[in-house]
């Protein structure tokens, strides 16, 4: 019997929100592995913000996804065939597998996963957006104990376990967050000291509140309105770390923090951070996130849509409608 | 004989570009100092684009000045009267002496001048622009030999120091500037690299011809639309150094830098700094500044208006038109 696999092409660079008629969904036989390659079946599908970013013809720290390309995805997936030595039928493995069920690959971005948690873990705190959090807060945020420290889209992917790592770092935390819900689970079950309702709160009014003495650390995954909010509220010396800007990937025309001469009143830096430069340091944090992980001073939660790759289209708006909570991840269920 | 003193009180906070009926006129009689009190005779005061600043009703490194208080302004003088001990007639002292004639004050935040070059040169590379060139660019912006440096606003009062110093240090400079005159001066006479003319020329393409490996420390003096030409060419881990914004100080709306996601591409960093927070360092910069002075490796040009007191809302315009290079001083010509 021949497999299908079914993916997804880039057929144009959408304007706004990605609409159905920007991908091109494509069914054809699985190769077969030649000579050092191998072939994944594929369990779950990270879907992140920054795909949006993927699929812009712009200057980036990746080249865009061309067009007539398969759509660039992270995911995770079990070897089914193996003619590369290093890989085995039945490992386990994460890497740019693309938005397709079945990924022919040489190998190369491809790791071993020696799997001690939920497979979907390694898309959430064991993956992207745990190293992102990790060395985003702790490496370009430098936060010390007892600062201030704010995050937005505080109830997602990187959000969540950013909060986490900075209680753990004996700072205060106060996320922002888009509903009562998020911020009920942020405050409630992440242990979090404050959340603020983007949907219903004045943000600068509620950061001025639960912040009297200023922000010290503010991790920004959202940028617009948000990030010059909290402009006017950090304090001297503040460190911001800019790690997306979701609110801003599908507009045209982005909007660029107008309080940005707050930094020089403050004395304070606004600095980007790419999770791949720490590649060689992923297995430090791996450990740390690991042990937090076994005496409960971390919780990591995944937002698991079960579907085929068909779905992709619909289920990757919802990061952007913020209809997750947690990381976001299409779970493949095929026969 | 009793002295005339005439000032300039803040009388409305401007909308956009400060008119004259933005300010009030008044001529005074000079008092007498009291005990611990002396008087200067103000010869040389100060433009600068921060004035812009300080009459705005917002939170910044100092508090605005107030409807019907004195304009605030740097100024060099000499003392005709003096109750105070530290001070004796014919002192030459700087400080914040306020946009009028004659400064009655109790000495604080008065300097003594050690008299060693032309008095102007105090309130150019011996005063607050040097101050902030210096630190400004070997402190935050970290400039190492070989390195590109681009500097905006080039042939004003921190933009000629702080090319002549990155020159000093070994990089390659690149001046921002408006028209040929300028960009001539800098080049020709201060020996930047290159200049880039923004009134005639697509910044974002010169910088990229002059900068073909991109920028490794961009010194920000204007904002707006060159801020955001320059986040698209800076190189892996740029800094950006953020002194002033010339380009949006009468703007009711700022511009923010929509490019600023470029930091997360490039792993760069935007960072505000205030000369103020140098203080206690500033004899540092005064001892290897003299010495370049000396040596010729650094020109120091100040553009003097001569007038009085009464010119001062046309003059202080002429900063924003462009109009002045190197230092922009009023100097006062009283009997």
Redesign the interface.
Known sequence: MTLTNRKFLLAARPVGMPKRSDWAYVEEPVGEPKEGELLVKVLYISLDPAMRMWINDA???MPPVGIGELMRALGLGVVSASRNPRFAVGDHVSGLLGMQEYALSDGRGIAKIDLKAALPKYLSVFGMPGMTAYFGLLETGQPKPGEMVVVSAAAGAVGTIVGQIAKIKGCHVVGIAGGPEKCGYIVRDLGFNAAIDYKSEDVKQSLRKHCPEGIDVYFDNV?GAIL?AAL?QIRRGARIV????IS?YNET??????????????????????VF?YEDRYPEALAELSGWLRDGSLVSREHVVRGSVHDFPETLLMLFDGANTGKLVLALETE
């Open positions: 200057r980036s720290y940028g010059d006017t800019i790690c997306g800007a801003q025309q982005v909007r660029g923090p107008a309080n940005y001469m707050m930094l020089l009143v403050a004395r304070a830096s606004m600095t980007g951070m790419l430069d």
